[in-house]
T-cell receptor, first 116, second 114 residues
């Protein structure tokens, strides 16, 4: 079984400041990792994913994340945020060992609020 | 591009009533999912389907039923609604299995049971 811990439930930042949203996971098998974003009153949409290869993954809207296997982390970063980045961000993990291929385990979410 | 469409967007039910949340997708995806989202709890998988005629339980299936008669539609039925089913429900679809593929989500259906 997998679990995901998003260490901060809320992160307030000022516009143009850098931001890091933290995600740690626990799993007994190899994993794939994802970040999804949910804008107010909308469904989730994929921001980026790590399946294999380079541990630094670039996504949409200038976000990137780094997979760190030894620290079991997949933190999301953006060097300069905009007001429009205000949203809830969800880290998710799945099994890549050939087991449960239907299941994504989501974290509880981090609300990023960008203030002017 | 419609993507994943859910209806209704909002609904208030009385305890014991039943209803169906509708979900349809126009991307010809084989995989479809129903999640519920509770404040501060992330998303929990209720049911999923890998193709027409095939459905299976997720993490929290009790009190719900689904069917998948076509590729496009995946309705979620609530029988005997209870206050614990007050939540926001999201339908999603994907071309590949969820563990590798991108899920496309609808805008959600907010259900209140009083």
């Amino acid at each position: 079984a997998q679990s995901v811990t998003q260490l901060d439930s809320q992160v307030p930042v000022f516009e143009e400041a850098p931001v890091e949203l933290r995600c740690n996971y626990s799993s007994s098998v190899s994993v794939y990792l994802f970040w999804y974003v949910q804008y107010p009153n909308q469904g989730l949409q994929l921001l980026l994913k790590y399946l294999s290869g380079s541990t630094l993954v670039k996504g949409i809207n200038g976000f990137e994340a780094e997979f760190n296997k030894s620290q079991t982390s997949f933190h999301l970063r953006k060097p300069s945020v905009h007001i429009s980045d205000t949203a809830e961000y969800f880290c998710a993990v799945s099994d890549n060992s050939g087991g449960s291929n239907y299941k994504l385990t989501f974290g509880k979410g981090t609300l990023l609020t960008v203030n002017p | 591009n419609a993507g994943v469409t859910q209806t209704p967007k909002f609904r208030i039910l009385k305890i014991g009533q039943s209803m169906t949340l509708q979900c349809t997708q126009d991307m010809n995806h084989n995989y479809m999912y129903w999640y519920r989202q509770d404040p501060g709890m992330g998303l929990k998988l209720i049911y999923y389907s890998v193709g027409a005629g095939i459905t299976d339980k997720g993490e929290v299936p009790n009190g719900y039923n689904v069917s998948r008669s076509t590729t496009e539609d995946f309705p979620l039925r609530l029988e005997l609604a209870a206050p614990s089913q007050t939540s926001v429900y999201f339908c999603a679809s994907s071309r590949l299995a969820a563990n590798t593929g991108e899920l496309f989500f609808g805008e959600g259906s907010r259900l209140t049971v009083l």
